[in-house]
């Protein structure tokens, strides 16, 4: 079985939920003994063609062995194991994320703001006494 079919098999995989640690699993150990089929047969005299065969004939079909893992829905990810809970907890978790962006920025560029906030505070001391000054050369004595 050539490594096309072992990608179709992590693409059906991850389309029906399987949990990605699964898949990835799933599609290691089907290459290992797909590769230790075709050597055991390589070993009695056949040709590269038919150890292939072989392996599938003994192993079975990329369907079949699909579907051995989307009958099982403990492997199956939580979002597609429990689809009203990942309705409300996704969006809670992307709105949540929405401040880590400015928050990181804020932490990388701190001595800029921290300036930036320094002469924003100094200016309005300034704006405030130059009013104060103003207010009081207009009052009466």
């Known amino acids: 079985m050539p490594s096309a079919n072992l990608d179709i098999l992590r693409d059906r995989l991850l389309q029906a939920g399987i949990a990605p640690r699964y898949v990835t699993r799933a599609v290691a150990e089907l290459g290992d003994h797909l590769e230790d089929v075709e050597t ?35 492997m199956r990810c939580w979002s597609y ?5 990942a ?17 990181n920025e804020s932490i990388k560029y701190a001595p800029i703001i921290g300036r930036w906030c320094a002469s924003l505070l100094f200016g309005g001391l300034v704006t405030i006494a130059l009013l104060l000054l103003m207010q009081m050369s207009v009052l009466p004595a």
């Not at 194991?81 to 809970?85: A, K, Q, S, V």
């Not at 409300?88 to 400015?102: F, K, Q, R, S, T």
């Open 87 to 103: 309705l409300v907890l996704l969006p809670m978790a992307c709105v949540l994320m929405l401040p880590a962006g400015p928050i």
């Open 81 to 85: 194991r429990y689809p009203r809970l």
């Open 40 to 74: 055991e047969a390589s070993g009695h005299g056949d040709t590269e063609e038919t150890a292939a065969a072989h392996a599938v004939e003994r192993i079975g079909t990329i369907e079949a062995i699909a579907q051995q893992y989307v009958n099982k829905p403990e």
